[in-house]
């Protein structure tokens, strides 16, 4: 029955969140200030999968051109590399760079850390399907009419 699945997950997150939410915020030194709006735009890229501009615009529920000065700044700082789409020239395809995976890491409201011990602690085949589960869980959710723009980690990893 749904509203017992929606039981289950309203029961579940907070205890999943006051176990493996971070204990303080650790900024990098030295680094310039990211703003909430651009650590948002990290949140949605990834270092391997390249995203196009187009598409986190998209996903920000922008215009290409509205989000370009943000994506200038990213560039700027080092966070963001920007290349041509081997395919298309005219598409620009973006990526954290290794810089822009850290700060990204850093404002998680999870700690990757304790999210990975607990993790450990499940046998192999109920790991998988926690991962599946929550993999599902945020797709449907980004599915949802005005939907807060998602955060690409939940699906991607």
Known sequence: MLDDAVHAILAAYPTIHAACRRRHERLP???ARVSL?????LEQLDQ???LAV???AARMRVTPATIS???ARLARLRLVARARDEHDARRVQL?????????RAQRSLLDPERVRAALARLPAPERDAAVAGVRLLARAAQELPGRPA????TTDR
């Open 150 to 153: 998602p955060s690409r980690r």
């Open 37 to 41: 709006h651009l650590a948002g735009l």
């Open 54 to 56: 187009s598409e986190l």
């Open 29 to 31: 030194r030295g680094g």
């Open 48 to 50: 391997v999968e390249p």
């Open 95 to 103: 990526r954290l760079t290794e810089s822009g995976a850290r700060l």
């Open 69 to 71: 000065l943000q994506l």
